[in-house]
């Protein structure tokens, strides 16, 4: 199965939220592979800047499981990154390394952007597209043109926020199938780049995804 995490916006925590879904499937025993198709996983992480990846894949005549397999780089014992790469990614093809990745006994997760792009990306019978937000007015507002095209919606609150839980709901007119509190601590392990070490707290709610 691919999980796809895409934002409402920028900044709403959707890469550090995909990452805490690795730490809960590395948890449960499982290999995790994260497909990083904006950059932002690699920045967390700390990973080189100009290594090949996605783009490189996308580009290439032989579009293999292999191929792909030979770009990963390991960031965590069971956790392995295939970085985004360098130059434009070929959107036309993402298809083909999805079905591709699906096709292992292991957790697939994408970093996927945000917005209509990021959706147009993570298509596919098996792909599950979730989608971040924070409880901020932008981003609910973004969020409600995307929600009816998403299978799950995570909600990250924050009590210094003046828009609660309810008040996205009812505005989305769903509720949430995941709600993460904000951690402060978890954002300092994800400024170290070492969100995925053994003292990143994983998220336990993002375990139904999984």
């Known amino acids: 199965m691919i999980y796809a995490y895409l934002g409402a916006k920028g900044g709403?925590?959707?890469?550090v939220t995909a990452l805490l879904a690795a730490v809960s499937a590395k948890r449960s025993g499982r290999d995790v592979v994260l497909a990083d198709l904006t950059g932002?996983?690699?920045?967390?992480?700390?990973?080189?800047?100009?290594l090949p990846g996605i783009a490189e894949w996308t580009a290439a005549s032989e579009l293999s499981l292999g191929a792909a397999s030979a770009l990963a780089v390991d960031v965590a014992p069971g956790i392995s990154l295939l970085p985004r790469g360098s130059g434009d990614i070929d959107?036309?093809?993402l298809a083909t390394l999805w079905s591709l990745l699906a096709g292992k006994p292991r957790v697939n997760i994408i970093d996927?952007?945000?917005?209509?792009?990021?959706?147009?990306?993570v298509s596919g019978p098996r792909v599950r597209r979730l989608l971040t937000m924070t409880c901020c007015y932008q981003a609910l507002h973004r969020a409600r043109e995307l929600v009816p095209q998403v299978d799950d919606v995570i909600v990250l609150t924050d009590t210094q926020r003046?828009?609660?839980l309810a008040d996205i709901e009812a505005?989305?007119?769903?509720?949430?199938?995941?709600?993460?509190?904000?951690d402060r601590s978890v954002s300092r392990w994800a400024d170290a780049g070492l969100l995925l070490d053994r003292g990143a707290k994983p998220a336990r709610s993002l375990d139904v995804f999984l």
């Open 171 to 182: 505005a989305l007119g769903r509720h949430a199938d995941a709600v993460l509190a904000v």
């Open 40 to 50: 932002d996983f690699g920045v967390v992480l700390g990973t080189a800047p100009d």
């Open 12 to 15: 709403v925590g959707n890469t």
């Open 162 to 164: 003046a828009l609660g």
């Open 112 to 121: 996927a952007g945000r917005g209509r792009t990021a959706l147009s990306q």
């Open 91 to 93: 959107a036309s093809r």
